[in-house]
Each structure stands twice: as C-alpha cells, then as structure tokens.
C-alpha cells in the first residue's frame, strides 16, 4: 500500500499492541475504551463453564448408545462447540490479563 495515500499516522491513543488501524469517524470520545473488566468478570466466569459443558457433553455422547436419542453425532458436536468457546475464553482470559499488567507495569 502506498503511505501517502492514506494520510498522516494515526497516534496511539491506547495500550493495545498495534494501535488504531482506522481513523476515527464516529462521534464517540477520544479516550473511549473498551469495558476490560467486563470482559475479564465474563471470560473467567464462562471460560471455565464451558469447558466442563465439553467434558459433560464428551461423557454423555462416550455413554450413550447406538439407539438412544439423542445420538452421540449430535452429542460430539455439541462438546466440540463448547470446547471451542471455552479454548476461545481461554486466549481472550490471557490476553486481558497480559493487557491489565501492561497498562499497570507491573510484573511481565
């Protein structure tokens, strides 16, 4: 991409680890953030929720037999749908942590 095209450089305004991709546009402040803490109190209360909806959902479809309804097809899925998001609560759980000490300076 040719840089005087898109304009001067856009100071970083925020902690994070590449700064504003785009020029702001809207009407919302010059120091708005996002809810950190809110995200925090969330990845830890469903990171590990989900996780053991995994493991009970892998238990059911491990126990359930060829006949039975629901079938265990459906019952893996759903264990792999809450793994993800649970490895997904996991990663943003790291990242807000490593965030909240690099904003504070505290230890790495």
Known sequence: MNAARRGPP?????????GRRHERTGSE?????????????????????????AAGFA????????GSSPGSGPLWGIALACGLLGLLGAVDLG????????????PR
Not at 10 to 18: E, F
Not at 59 to 66: E, T, V, Y
Not at 97 to 105: P, Q, S, W, Y
């Open 59 to 66: 238990l059911w479809a491990a126990a359930s037999g060829g």
């Open 10 to 18: 856009v100071p970083r305004s925020r902690s994070g680890v590449y």
């Open 29 to 53: 402040p010059a120091t708005a953030q996002s809810a950190v803490r809110l995200r925090l109190l969330l990845s830890a209360l469903f990171t590990p929720l989900c996780l053991a909806a």
């Open 95 to 106: 990242v807000l942590v490593a965030r909240l000490r690099r904003e504070r300076g505290g």
